[in-house]
């Protein structure tokens, strides 16, 4: 069983597809993985119908990319292996209410021979960066149970992070598959909104559409992203969903060997980043550069928090009103005593006569992108992983990854470093940018944190997903050939 779980994906794909690993050997060597490590508190369901598919997958005899490979969901991706699977998003009201029909993405894991076999768990309503719900409580980091293992794709973070899964599955309108990626030292791809279906994932703000929600892959390596995302952009995903376009997974792209022309930044100007944050952009600019290619300063970001806060829940002011408007605690994303001082208008909607369009700020970001000849761009990603609780306090923060879900850019996660005890030395004279509360609880819990993951973003223009795992992969090998040296 060690040796089937140190496999990484595309070694194990090939070897379940040439017959050299019987399928049901790595299906319950990751069952038994799961149910040995029960102390993260990720999984919320386990789908007792994937033993039955495992055993018809064996008799069909169609060998699709993820043959025989076991794959966790998280909650809000619809499931109907009968008897049906509930989605709650953390809330009592949608137990007993299983879903009627797989969601796209999972009907096309299964034609391409992949096993969901747990659903995992994620915070209540979606809107948070921890993991916890009153359903099934508190998820924990497996890297160190008292830090929040991220959100809101935290129970799939966390499994794949603690080797219970090979290849996961979650979502991100706001940092919610790059968060638990970061904290629990994973990569993962945020694609662009509709390059793969949303049909049948349960979205946490109703109505909301200004800024692009997407579902994306979770996994160890980024060699295992690419793999997921050549089979997931196919025919079946196109027919399956005909607002999805027609873009199969351009190898060519993606195995490039060309230098790269690299924008970056350190700051987004508004949370000061950590000395590890800061410290892993700067050794992987230096990284790329010795690499041969061209790195270069880039556009300054400080635009985003009118870019997201407001856009993110243009479509359902008035629902987001009537739940919090008057009520002084603290909700999961916002701090319920900023929306209350939000200026409303008669017809209870925000306003916004200050604020321009996204599209506008969309097409502002890609013409100065252009105008710099940039291929992707590097960036921080906060981290380390926070204490439990502490995300919902520390909502502001999420604006280095918010930014990527309203322009709709491809974006991934690549752990480069972690924490060291200069770092630790450094973050004592932490003050940020406003030297307010949120700047004084983040330095508070980003200390004690030595040999935890940092890791950064790599982001490409959208529908360029293959552009931007090569990125990734390029930042991937660049890390592991310093390693393997030092």
């Known amino acids: 069983m060690i040796s089937i779980l140190s496999l990484p994906l595309p070694e194990l794909s090939k ?3 040439d017959g050299s690993l019987p399928p049901e050997h790595v299906f319950y060597a990751y069952v038994g993985k799961v149910r040995s490590k029960g102390e993260t508190n990720c999984i919320t369901e386990y789908l007792q119908e994937s033993e039955t598919q495992l055993r018809k997958a064996k008799l069909t005899g169609k060998l699709g990319l993820l043959y025989g490979v076991p794959v966790s969901i998280k909650d809000s991706i619809d499931c109907e292996v009968p008897p049906g699977h509930d989605s709650t998003l953390g809330f009592i009201k949608n137990l007993n209410k299983p879903a009627t029909e797989d969601s796209v993405v999972v009907q096309v894991l299964k034609r391409q021979g992949a096993i969901p076999f747990v659903k995992t768990n994620v915070p209540q309503s979606l809107i948070s960066y921890d993991c916890k719900n009153l359903i099934f409580g508190q998820t924990f980091n497996p890297l160190l149970y008292t830090r929040s293992p991220g959100g809101s794709s935290g129970g799939e973070g966390a499994l794949v992070g603690g080797g219970g899964s090979i290849l996961g599955f979650g979502t991100d309108v706001g940092g919610s598959l790059r968060f638990p990626a970061a904290f629990c030292g994973i990569c993962t791809l945020k694609p662009t909104g509709n390059r793969l279906s949303k049909k049948g994932i349960i ?9 692009v929600a997407a579902v994306g892959p979770m996994a160890k390596d ?3 992203l690419a793999l997921c995302m050549r089979a997931l952009l196919c025919e079946d995903m196109f027919s399956l969903d005909s607002t999805v376009p027609p873009l199969p997974f351009n190898e060519e792209v993606y195995s490039s060997m060309q230098p790269l022309r690299i924008g970056y930044y350190e700051t987004d100007f508004f949370t000061m980043p950590s000395p590890a ?17 061209t790195v270069g300063c880039c556009i300054n970001p400080v635009v985003m928090m009118h870019l997201f806060f407001l856009p993110c829940l243009w479509d359902s002011w008035v629902n987001i009103k009537q739940m919090w408007q008057g009520k002084r605690a603290w909700n999961p994303l916002f701090p319920t005593e900023s929306l209350s001082q939000l200026p409303w208008d008669s017809t209870s909607t925000p306003l916004t006569t200050s604020v321009f369009p996204p599209q506008d700020f969309c097409h502002q970001f890609i013409a100065q992108w252009k105008k710099l000849n940039l291929d992707v761009m590097l960036c921080p990603m906060l981290g380390p992983a926070l204490g439990i609780g502490y995300p919902e306090k520390l909502s502001v923060a999420v604006s280095y990854t918010m930014l990527y879900n309203a322009l709709d850019f491809p974006v991934g996660v690549v752990p480069v470093t972690m924490v060291t005890d200069e770092d630790e030395e450094e973050l004592k004279g932490y003050q940020g940018y406003f030297r307010d509360w949120w700047d004084r609880t983040l330095a508070k819990v980003s200390g004690a944190s030595v040999g935890l993951p940092v890791a950064v973003q790599c982001v490409a223009l959208p529908w360029q997903e293959e552009l931007c795992l090569r990125f990734m992969k390029e930042v991937e090998t660049l890390i592991l050939k310093k390693n393997r040296l030092v």
């Open 15 to 17: 070897k379940l597809r």
């Open 222 to 224: 980024v060699e295992s």
């Open 203 to 211: 979205s946490g703000v109703l109505g909301q559409k200004a800024v």
């Open 277 to 293: 944050m800061r410290r892993a952009v700067r050794e992987t600019k230096q990284l790329l550069e010795d690499a041969g290619h």
